[in-house]
């Protein structure tokens, strides 16, 4: 009998503010900026990209495009999406991370 498998999306998993922020953290971690496109685009299908584009003034396709692994945000761009997700950036040391 073979195996059935279904495909994998995240968005699924992304229901809370708590859960974006959690997978937000993981992404930067890996200090990968189409990755962190690309997992833009995926919190944004997971609220509604329609609403989302509305609030940083672009099309839909303009912003599906631009959160694709292949897209380049600009920091408006990036800081306008944050800010529709109800998110915004915090920073801290590297060396806070070792040491704790």
């Known amino acids: 009998m073979a195996l059935e498998t279904h495909p994998y999306d995240s968005a699924e998993h992304l ?3 708590e859960h974006i922020a959690a997978y937000l953290d993981a992404v930067l971690e890996d200090n990968d900026l189409a990755l962190l496109a690309h997992a833009l685009g995926v919190i944004a299908r997971a ?3 329609t609403q989302i584009a509305q609030d940083v003034g672009r099309s839909r396709e303009q ?6 692994e292949k897209g380049n945000p600009q920091l ?3 800081m306008g999406v944050l800010k529709s997700l109800g998110l ?3 920073v801290h040391p590297i060396d806070a ?3 704790a």
Not at 63 to 68: A, P, V
């Open 88 to 90: 915004r950036l915090s």
């Open 15 to 17: 229901k809370t503010p």
């Open 76 to 78: 408006d761009t990036l």
């Open 97 to 99: 991370e070792r040491s």
């Open 47 to 49: 609220r509604g990209m």
């Open 63 to 68: 912003l599906y495009r631009t959160l694709s």
